[in-house]
């Protein structure tokens, strides 16, 4: 069982800036990568940007110079630092990590995708 805790989310004004953070926990024997996505009301999921265990990053076109995500992996945690908000990015963010978990009593291990609860992030105008 893994669990992801999301916070750091909530209303700020246009420019403003906000850190999301996103805890792991539970039985985990790796993980590879881990990526925050947003979905705004009347819209599908989106990719907002992903980081490789090796700490390579990808972002959507439409964050790339205000958004940076970064990883701690000792804590298992994952960080999203949005600068010059726009109402555009009002939306709910989700965490998403690609973990390696044991399976079979232990006797093997396999890769699956788990998602945060979600944080709402709402940028006025």
């Known amino acids: 069982q893994v669990q992801l805790v999301e916070s750091g989310g909530g209303l700020v004004q246009a420019g403003g800036s906000l850190r999301l953070s996103c805890a792991a926990s539970?039985?985990?024997?790796?993980?590879?990568?881990m990526g925050w996505y947003r979905q705004a009301p009347g819209k599908q999921r989106e990719v907002v940007a992903i980081?490789?265990?090796?700490?390579?990053?990808t972002y959507a076109d439409s964050v790339k110079g205000r958004f940076t995500i970064s990883r701690d992996n000792a804590k298992m945690t994952v960080l999203l630092q949005m600068n010059s908000l726009k109402p555009e990015d009002t939306a709910v963010y989700y965490c998403?990590?690609?973990?390696?978990?044991?399976?079979?009593?232990?006797?093997?291990?396999?890769?699956?995708?788990?998602w945060g609860q979600g944080t709402q992030v709402t940028v006025s105008s």
């Open positions: 539970g039985s985990i024997v790796s993980i590879n990568a």
């Open positions: 998403n990590v690609n973990a390696v978990i044991p399976i079979l009593a232990g006797l093997s291990t396999r890769a699956a995708d788990f």
């Open positions: 980081i490789s265990s090796a700490g390579l990053t």
